[in-house]
């Protein structure tokens, strides 16, 4: 089956089961030809399923407007389906601890942050993974330098499919980067992303973590809530810059944890780019996005400050070099060997 047609027919869910139609077992084959023209079929269980017709269109107009220039052709066969994915099964059972790395917007370091915690926790002699789940501007990959990787799939004697992670300075990583180009992220929204992202979450071979940390997009939406539902997450820890910490957004995303149905303990805010010390004054600390923002907030809204972490230039250099600054450069990893302690002490990792 051709990859960007099954992800595309993903996003049709069947009304019935309320699945997509790939992992429904209603697309038998889905392939491009290699005059590009597209064929695919579609096989019903019931003799005269009530959707089958309407299905059919949806295929076909879905595949016109992706597709304007391409001939294709969709045909329905009545079967026995066969189921593609078993439900239930997930890779994701020895995993000991899932945080939620959370921001309001973008930019304000969320994804440095997730890349040297983890490195801080691994220096503790943790099993740490990174999911990093940030469709909009996946960046884990540049941070750990695996941008070329490419992740080969498994299959078990049950028929299963994995996905091998990537491995860099001791920590697995799987990320919706290694699938799509950063040009195409407009395009993943909403149904293929949280298709795509379910996939990750439970095809990928994480094996036993005390620690998956999961990078996700800023703000709130459905691909949080999606994660949320996925994933037994045991905690939450929300990153902000000092000017953007009270802010509505930021406001938004403590509730969205807190909310009754979701009720994931908010571990804490860090802070981040909290004051800039130059090297000519190492004793001077400069509040360019103003100064005890994120304190007030935490105290307001009852949540511990984790941490903060100045604006410092090897963090800057670390993530473009594909080495974390925590392991790196002393000062930074005394700041997130700080954060990492209260995380541990929070959600130990052999509970
Ligand atoms: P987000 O994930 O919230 O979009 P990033 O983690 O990608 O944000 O960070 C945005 C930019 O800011 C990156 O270039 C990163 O290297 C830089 N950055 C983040 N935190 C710091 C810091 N404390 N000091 C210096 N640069 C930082």
């Known amino acids: 089956m051709n990859e960007q047609l099954e992800a595309l027919l993903r996003t ?46 949806r295929v076909e107009q879905l595949i016109a407007t992706t597709y304007p220039d391409k001939r294709s052709i969709v045909i329905i066969r009545e079967a026995a389906p066969k189921p593609r994915r078993q439900e239930n099964v997930t890779t994701t059972t020895e995993i000991t601890n899932i945080i939620a790395i959370a921001s309001g917007k973008g930019g304000v370091g969320k994804s440095t942050v997730t890349a040297n915690l983890a490195v801080a926790l691994r220096q503790r002699g943790y099993n740490v993974g990174i999911l990093d789940a940030d469709i909009y501007g996946p960046s884990q990959t540049k941070m750990f330098g695996v941008e070329g990787y490419i992740p080969e799939a498994e299959r078990d ?12 300075l001791g ?43 999961v990078d996700l997009p800023p703000g709130t939406g459905d691909i949080h809530l999606s994660i949320i539902n996925e994933l037994k997450i045991s905690g939450a820890v929300i990153v902000s810059t000092p000017q953007q910490v009270a ?38 600390r400069y509040y360019i ?43 930074v990893e005394e700041f997130y060997q700080s954060i990492a302690e209260k995380v541990v002490e929070k959600l130990p990792a052999e509970c």
């Not at 009754?260 to 908010?266: A, D, L, R, Y």
Request: no cysteine.
């Open 12 to 57: 049709i869910i069947h009304p019935e089961t309320e699945h997509n139609i790939v992992d429904s077992g209603f697309v038998d084959r889905a392939d491009m030809g290699e005059d590009g023209s597209i064929a695919i079929t579609l096989r019903f269980q019931k003799a005269r399923d009530p959707f089958a017709q309407r299905i059919k269109q």
């Open 157 to 168: 004697e049950e028929g299963h499919d994995f996905i091998i992670p990537a491995q860099s």
């Open 171 to 213: 920590i697995t990583i799987m990320s919706i980067g290694f699938f799509i180009k950063p040009t195409d992220a407009l395009m993943w929204r909403g149904g293929m992303a949280v298709n795509a992202l379910h996939q990750l979450i439970h095809q990928t071979r994480w094996g036993k973590l005390d620690y998956l940390l």
């Open 247 to 284: 802010v509505a957004d930021v406001v938004r995303g403590v509730e969205m944890f807190r909310h009754e149905q979701v009720n994931i303990p908010v571990l804490g805010v860090v802070e981040n780019m909290a004051w800039f010390t130059p090297e000519e004054l190492p004793d001077n």
């Open 289 to 331: 996005f103003g100064k005890g923002g994120a304190k007030r907030y935490a105290e307001e809204a009852g949540i511990e400050l984790l941490g903060q972490v100045p604006i410092i230039q090897s963090i800057m250099e670390g993530s473009d070099n594909g080495s974390p600054a925590t392991g790196v450069d002393m000062r």
